[in-house]
């Protein structure tokens, strides 16, 4: 009877992660590369840019008004006759204390308007309409005159 060395091999018990992460790593290139067309945003409207403010939770409930007036919610059009109703739907069915507003910048005041009527109607508490961000060039900021306002 031997005592002293075993002939015998000991087992690598041991996982090896390598495959599965390299699988982790593909899926969230994958999703980084399909979120942006799941957005439910349309491209076709052009928000106005503002100078400042305060930036907002994309994922609250946003109505979209393009320039001719037409009214989106999660990209569907929605009749301006209905928009008190949905937007009472979609309320009640999230629990969502604020509207955001999305219109392009060539929207007439009275279609915000409307949506700012709808959501006093429904007895929602804060509705914000969502500008762009104006990003000031050096140039431009040093072509301003001091002490003028930006724009």
Known sequence: MKHGG???????????????TDIFLVLLVIILIVSPVL???????KP???????????????????PDG?????GQPLAETLLAQTLGQRVQAEGAKQLLIRGDKQTKSHAILAILEA?????????IIVGE??????????ARPEGAPAP
């Open 70 to 74: 037409s009214y989106f919610m999660d």
């Open 133 to 142: 961000s104006a990003a000031v060039s050096p140039a431009a900021a040093a």
């Open 48 to 66: 106005p840019t503002i100078a400042s403010g305060e930036s907002v939770e994309p994922r609250s409930l946003t109505i979209e008004v393009a």
């Open 6 to 20: 075993s002939s015998r091999k000991s087992l690598f018990v041991e996982i090896n992660i390598t495959p599965l």
């Open 39 to 45: 957005s439910s945003n349309r491209n076709d409207i």
């Open 119 to 127: 959501a006093k109607d429904i007895g929602l508490e804060k509705a």
